[in-house]
């Protein structure tokens, strides 16, 4: 498949903009016939006239956030980097309830507040888990209160900052 990331403009230069993909494996296997690691090719290029400019980079993380301990293993043609994830890395927040409901403001409000909460008591401000909160706070804040910096909205906790690439192109569009 091939995808168009967005372009960010500043000034006389441009950048992609960050881009999360989902990957899932619909089906079964028989439970004799798995091994404890099931190897997954993934590759990422860009076109030649703009590899000397920018490089893509991948970050894996499991989707099954509430198992402890989870080892992802990545190999690349260069070196192979092993990560395991932060034994106490529980994201109590996900996965979303079937209730949730999407296009209802206050649901969107409840899981806001519940990442606020998260965020400021449980995640290490210096941790890369601390940025992918930041950022699923304020996609969760925009989504509860869309007319935000306008309007009526609540003053969030202000140990997290107005930061990320998504809050600010946010607010430069609202300042438009």
Same mark, same amino acid.
Request: hydrophobic share 40%.
């Given at each position: &498949? *091939?995808?168009?990331?967005?372009?960010?403009?500043?000034?006389?230069?441009?950048?992609?903009?960050?881009? &999360?993909? *989902?990957? %899932? %494996?619909? @089906?079964?296997?028989?439970?004799?016939?798995? +091994?404890?690691?099931?190897?997954? #090719?993934?590759?990422?290029?860009?076109?030649?006239?703009? @590899?000397?400019?920018?490089?893509?980079?991948? +970050?894996?993380?499991?989707?099954? =956030?509430?198992? #402890?301990? &989870?080892?992802?293993?990545?190999?690349?043609?260069?070196?192979?980097?092993?990560?395991?994830?932060?034994? /106490?890395?529980?994201?109590?927040? =996900?996965? =979303?309830?079937?209730?949730?409901?999407?296009?209802?403001?206050?649901?969107? /409000?409840?899981?806001?507040?519940?990442?606020?909460?998260?965020?400021?008591?449980?995640?290490?401000? /210096?941790? &890369?888990?601390? *940025?992918? @909160?930041?950022?699923? %706070?304020?996609?969760?804040?925009?989504?509860?209160?869309?007319?935000?910096?306008? @309007?009526?909205?609540?003053?969030?906790?202000?140990?997290?900052?107005?930061?990320?690439? %998504?809050?600010?192109?946010?607010?430069?569009?609202?300042?438009?």
């Amino acid at each position: &498949s *091939t995808i168009f990331p967005g372009i960010h403009y500043q000034d006389n230069h441009a950048s992609l903009q960050p881009m &999360s993909l *989902t990957v %899932f %494996f619909p @089906g079964t296997l028989p439970r004799q016939s798995l +091994e404890r690691n099931i190897p997954i #090719r993934i590759s990422v290029s860009i076109d030649e006239e703009y @590899g000397s400019f920018i490089t893509p980079v991948i +970050e894996v993380a499991s989707t099954d =956030l509430h198992r #402890r301990g &989870s080892l992802l293993h990545c190999s690349g043609d260069s070196d192979d980097v092993t990560m395991l994830c932060d034994s /106490e890395a529980v994201i109590p927040f =996900l996965p =979303l309830p079937p209730s949730f409901d999407s296009v209802d403001r206050a649901h969107w /409000e409840s899981v806001s507040q519940k990442i606020q909460d998260w965020l400021t008591t449980k995640v290490d401000t /210096e941790s &890369s888990l601390w *940025t992918w @909160g930041r950022d699923a %706070f304020w996609l969760a804040f925009i989504a509860a209160h869309p007319s935000f910096p306008m @309007g009526k909205w609540p003053m969030w906790d202000p140990r997290i900052p107005l930061e990320g690439s %998504f809050i600010e192109q946010w607010l430069e569009r609202s300042s438009d």
